[in-house]
């Protein structure tokens, strides 16, 4: 433990954010890091707990508290607040592939496990390991070749989170990887969906730098199940990880749902990306912009706020939120929650540029004039998401963007072709334990097995799956599980 005292002695201090109106000119990241002193004083409020409840999972109960990937909170808290950054970075990298990137857009479920937030003054976990991640690439992001190749041959599909700490380990351990990517670049819905206001797109670029110095070989343009053929490289290869998320958006089936300007916010969201990086847009698709509109986004989660920040950067010119489940409260109760991750109201930074928020609202019907949509017709929802008579109301609608969460992977093509099991909600059947489908030579990871999640867990999925194909290679591993 640093400073015995620290946490007597210093208050929280966070990172801040660019002001409202100064942030929504760009797309560029608008949190103000803290200088390096004022992270290593952060550093020092640590208190080392008997039971660091941050530090994650536990592996004798099972117990979802604290850091997916078991990231070694007090250790590299310490290591900062003593000013060995690159032991700190040594550390932290033993256990997360990629902190530059839950140090940015993770929910920190850390720092609602934190003892000092008992009293709702965590630790800044979170902003102490974009720190450590900043520091350490921007001296050079050394790449970690294996000494010795196994001979084996690896095929990952899907390069999001979860598929790239999957070949990076499995790189690491020896083998011949081969990443297959729909899309015409890497990092999954860290590129297409995250806008670049919350992660800048530089960051996943290094990382497939680094990969590719240590061996991995990715394909993009590879559509497994369309262009590629799926059983083909079941048989070609000694092992294939399925790493494909879920990418099936969850519908709203209600009269008007035809109209035009209703979508997706997996229709908006990524050609905005495109725009920002200068790629080209899928071919055909009709430009979806908010630009002069009036947005209804539907639905109250991450996605929803990366469409109100997306929006008002384009130049809406109002953005509703609808959200079917009740307001949450303000503050958690402590005793009923911690240190398990609470049900509290959240505002995004993108909910704080102005949106206006709803709760346990539903919409009953979209209306329009010539073909396009230009209203909702909502109610207020009772506990069973069913209308309240009397409470209908109107809202006018230019664009309506559905954010309302992901159902399961896609169907059709890979993992039909592959005739996987899948469990009782549509994703492909695999155990934590072995992450292996009910074919034998096929795994499955990250949001495809576990449904909709987080970058942390897909990235926790990953290493624990390429420990159980590394052993399933090898007969033995040293891969961290
Ligand atoms: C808009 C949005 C914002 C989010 N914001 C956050 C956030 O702030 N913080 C957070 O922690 N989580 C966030 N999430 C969730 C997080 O991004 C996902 O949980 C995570 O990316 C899942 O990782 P994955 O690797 O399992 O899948 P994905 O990231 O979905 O990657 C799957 C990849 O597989 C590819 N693929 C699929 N099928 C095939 C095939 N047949 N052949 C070849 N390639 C294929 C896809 O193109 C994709 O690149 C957000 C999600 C969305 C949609
Ligand atoms: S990965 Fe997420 S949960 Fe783990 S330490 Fe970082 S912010 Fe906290």
Not at 130 to 152: H, M, N, V, W
Not at 412 to 421: T, V
């Amino acid at each position: 433990m640093g400073k015995i005292t620290g946490f007597l002695e210093f208050e929280r201090d966070d990172r801040g954010y660019e002001p409202v109106e100064e942030r929504v000119k760009h797309w560029r990241e608008f949190v103000l890091p803290l200088s390096e002193g004022e992270t290593t004083t952060q550093a020092a409020r640590c208190m080392d707990c008997g039971v660091p409840y941050c530090h994650g999972t536990s592996i004798m109960t099972g117990a979802p508290t604290g850091c997916p990937v078991n990231n070694l909170i007090p250790d590299w808290n310490d290591l900062v607040y003593r000013g060995d950054w690159e032991e700190a970075a040594r550390n932290l990298h033993s256990t997360n592939n990629f902190p530059e990137v839950t140090g940015r857009v993770c929910p920190a479920p850390c720092e609602a496990s934190c003892t000092l937030n008992i009293d709702d003054n965590p630790v800044t976990i979170k902003t102490i390991e974009c720190a450590i991640a900043d520091r350490a690439i921007s001296q050079g992001l050394r790449p970690e070749p294996p000494t010795e190749k196994t001979g084996k041959k690896v095929a990952v599909i899907g390069s999001g989170p979860a598929g790239m700490a999957c070949a990076q380990q499995l790189a690491r351990a020896g083998h011949d990887v081969h990443v297959f990517e729909k899309y015409a670049k890497a990092g999954g819905l860290m590129r297409y969906g995250i806008p670049d206001f919350k992660m800048e797109k530089h960051h996943i670029e290094r990382r497939v730098d680094q990969m590719e110095a240590e061996g991995v070989t990715f394909h993009y343009n590879a559509y497994v199940g369309v262009n590629v053929d799926a059983a083909k490289l079941v048989a070609e290869y000694d092992a294939v990880v399925l790493a494909g998320g879920a990418e099936k958006g969850r519908d709203l089936p209600i009269p008007g749902r035809g109209l035009k300007g209703i979508h997706f916010a997996m229709e908006f969201l990524p050609q905005q990306n495109r725009r920002v990086s200068g790629e080209a847009q899928v071919p055909g698709a009709e430009p979806i912009l908010a630009t002069g509109k009036h947005v209804v986004v539907i639905g109250g989660g991450d996605t929803g706020s990366d469409c109100i920040g997306t929006s008002f950067r384009q130049g809406a010119l109002s953005v509703t939120n609808f959200e079917i489940m009740p307001q949450p409260p303000e503050k958690e109760n402590k005793l009923l929650t911690w240190p398990d991750w609470p049900w509290k109201l959240r505002t995004s930074s993108s909910h704080e540029e102005g949106a206006e928020r709803d709760f346990a609202v539903g919409t009953i019907e979209f209306s329009g004039e010539n073909g396009h949509v230009a209203k909702l017709k909502c109610a207020k929802v009772d506990d069973k998401f069913q209308p309240m008579p009397g409470t209908e109301f109107d809202v006018k609608a230019d664009l309506v963007l559905l954010a309302m969460g992901f159902v399961s992977p896609v169907h059709e093509g890979m993992i039909k072709s592959l005739a996987l099991e899948l469990d009782p909600r549509g994703n492909v059947k695999a155990d934590t334990v072995f992450y292996r489908s009910s074919n034998p030579k096929v795994f499955a990871c990250g949001d495809m097995r576990r449904g909709q999640s987080l970058v942390v867990w897909a990235i926790r999925e990953g290493r624990q799956a390429a420990h159980s194909v590394d052993k399933f290679l090898m007969g033995s591993t040293t891969l961290p599980r």
